[in-house]
């Protein structure tokens, strides 16, 4: 690990001046078909004096849509008169990712959210990452992590932040959420922690806020609007635009206190949803069963809630295997 080692990314932007400026960080990719290539990240700087810096991320996972949605619309309609202190966007952080349409990158295999906080001479998704941890997280007071489910996941739209330690950082941390005023708010059990955006910033003392915002692999108008709504929404909560955060449905706050929120596949075959998103569950409850392909006469394997709540993510596809994530439930605080 070589995390004090300085970047290699280069950039032309200009973090600090006034103004807003479009740009890129151009990480070295030499290859067998570009031998002095790169991969261009866009990167969008809006400041107007001293204030707070929050730090606007998607594309972190490459198929996970409402996030790059709202942040290019952001970029273009952000006027920094409008702006206290700093905003810094990143609509495409997994670029490579991002022009696949995949979770994780297509030219080194790596998870951006699992390689924090990276190495200076890493593959590409790793100098990515410490870019981010080294020379933009220190700066920034707050960093909003836009997610969705994905090809492989779906969600209620939520916001969300972890426990953490630091029971002030916490309580900052859900106040935060809560005003992103997502339908549904959560203090989210992570059982996959390390080498997490997530966790690097929240190491540094500082404000982290993600979300899960729906997926599939696309986007509806819904998780769309609260992805417009919840980013500036956030930005007012800093102080960062004049204003109250817009409360569209109050939002309904979420624990997920243990692993028995979470339900996962035993078995491969056909995934057979028993309960909608956003419906209440209760303790065994049958949320989902699995058909098996080659055995019709076989009655297919049951899986119940291990928790009272509210389904908050489900596995998406129609077949499913055996290890796969199948359902999440969430506990009302
Ligand atoms: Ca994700």
Redesign the pocket.
């Known amino acids: 690990m070589s995390i004090d080692r300085p970047t290699k990314i280069l950039t032309a932007i200009d973090l600090d001046a006034d103004g807003k400026r479009f740009g890129a960080l151009v990480v070295p990719y030499s290859r067998n078909d570009s031998a002095w290539g790169s991969v261009r990240i866009p990167i969008v700087v809006i400041r107007n004096g001293d204030g707070p810096t929050a730090l606007l991320i998607a594309g ?2 490459g198929d ?1 849509y409402e996030g790059q949605i709202a942040l290019r619309d952001l970029a273009r309609a952000l006027d920094p008169i409008d702006v206290t202190g700093t905003v810094i966007i990143l609509p495409g952080l997994n670029f490579p990712a991002v022009r696949a349409a995949t ?1 994780c990158s297509p030219i080194d295999g790596g998870n951006m ?1 699992r390689s924090f906080p990276g190495s200076a001479d890493g593959a590409v998704t790793s100098m990515i990452a410490h870019y981010v941890a080294t020379v933009l997280v220190p700066r920034a007071d707050l960093v909003l992590d836009l ?4 090809k492989t996941l779906d969600f209620v739209p939520f916001a969300a932040t972890h426990r953490l330690p630091d029971k002030a950082q916490e309580a900052r941390a859900i106040a935060a959420v809560e005003a992103f005023a997502a339908p549904i708010s959560v203090v989210m059990l992570e059982l996959d922690a390390e080498g997490m955006l997530d966790t690097w910033v929240e190491s540094l003392g500082k404000l982290f806020v993600t979300t ?1 915002l729906a997926g599939g692999g696309s986007s509806t108008r819904r998780s769309n609007q609260v992805a417009a709504v919840g980013v500036r929404n956030v930005l007012k909560h800093m102080g960062i635009l004049a204003g109250e955060p817009e409360i569209v449905t109050p939002t309904r706050l979420l624990d997920m206190p243990d692993e028995r929120c979470f339900v996962a596949a035993e078995h491969t075959g056909i995934h057979e949803p028993l309960v909608d998103l956003g419906d209440d569950v209760s303790e065994g409850q049958p949320v989902a069963r699995i058909h098996f392909l080659d055995e019709p006469s076989r009655d297919p394997a049951v899986y119940v809630a291990r928790r009272n709540g509210v389904l908050i993510g489900r596995h998406f596809p129609g077949l499913v295997q055996s290890g796969d994530f199948l359902a999440s439930v969430g506990i009302d605080l």
């Open positions: 972190n996972h996970e979770r959210n997610h969705s489910g994905g899960e």
